[in-house]
């Protein structure tokens, strides 16, 4: 079984059993692990702890997130509360990162302010558009997870991999071999591997920006696509200002009552 099937697999088990303990309405998808859907109810979520959800709902740049329909929503049974959303799985990384970042005054932190380098407490930015110069003049107006500071945020939990792209695809871009040593990204039978990394580190060389990627440590594959990333940048410059960080990493500086709901929910743990 992949790193990534494995963790999916943890995590369905991990969230039936915390739906059914805390009482939260919540749907199986088909298949033989299944993904755990949440229901959305009039003031909770059973995806988010509920000082998270509470503080989305306040902010209505934040609460747009819960615009976006679930990808693999026809693996889920008819909702009959609307539509699911990307947010409602157990398996979204996005809702992940919106539980750690919309806690309350989690940003004042001075340990999570050091573990990301921040100068000052600051509101985070979730999908925000990023502008990567192509060689044509035009830009490609990437997603970004988050903007927190002057740092650029891609998140990851059960995703298999980083995507991969034809080398037609990747050479597009204005700054690629101003940045990276090019013969030293991965490469595939189908491209160039890491495609979602090169883009971000791009994006936030473009904006004079700092870049990190949070895993799961359960994931070392995708650790190590990161470090094979990373070792092609040429720019020293550039190399120190794209962070790695895990989940695991970020829990040590959470407060107490979000470290026990990562802890129970995600079997994310600072220990």
Not at 73 to 101: I, Q, T, Y
Not at 125 to 151: H, Q, S, Y
Not at 217 to 244: F, G, K, S, T, Y
Request: charged content about 25%; hydrophobic content about 40%; overall charge positive.
């Amino acid at each position: 079984m992949s790193y990534s099937a494995a963790l999916r697999r943890e995590l369905s088990i991990r969230n039936l059993e915390f739906a059914k303990k805390h009482a939260l309405a919540h749907r199986e998808s088909y298949g033989t692990a299944p993904t755990i859907a949440y229901i959305p109810c009039e003031n909770t979520h059973g995806n988010f702890h509920s000082a998270s959800y509470k503080a989305i709902m306040k902010d209505q740049a934040w609460a747009c997130r819960f615009h976006k329909v679930h990808s693999q929503k026809k693996s889920l049974p008819a909702a009959d509360h609307g539509r699911w959303k990307e947010l409602d799985s157990c398996n979204s990384s996005d809702a992940l990162l919106m539980n750690v970042f919309c806690y309350p005054r989690v940003l004042q932190s001075r340990e999570l302010g050091a573990l990301l380098n921040l100068d000052a407490p600051t509101t985070p930015e979730f999908g925000v558009k990023a502008r990567v110069p192509l060689l044509n003049g035009k830009f490609d107006r990437t997603e970004v997870d988050m903007r927190v500071g002057d740092l650029l945020v891609e998140a990851k939990l059960t995703e298999s991999d980083f995507q991969t792209k034809r080398a037609e695809l990747v050479e597009r871009y204005r700054d690629l071999h101003e940045v990276f040593d090019v013969g030293l990204l991965p490469q595939g039978e189908k491209g160039i591997r890491g495609y979602q990394l090169i883009r971000n580190v791009l994006a936030a060389y473009a904006t004079q920006q700092r870049f990190c990627v949070i895993l799961d440590r359960r994931r070392p594959d995708l650790i190590e696509q990161w470090h094979a990333i990373q070792r092609a940048v040429r720019l020293a410059d550039m190399r120190v200002c794209c962070l790695v960080l895990t989940w695991q990493e970020l829990a040590t500086a959470l407060p107490k009552p979000l470290k026990t709901f990562l802890r129970e929910k995600y079997g994310i743990s600072d220990a």
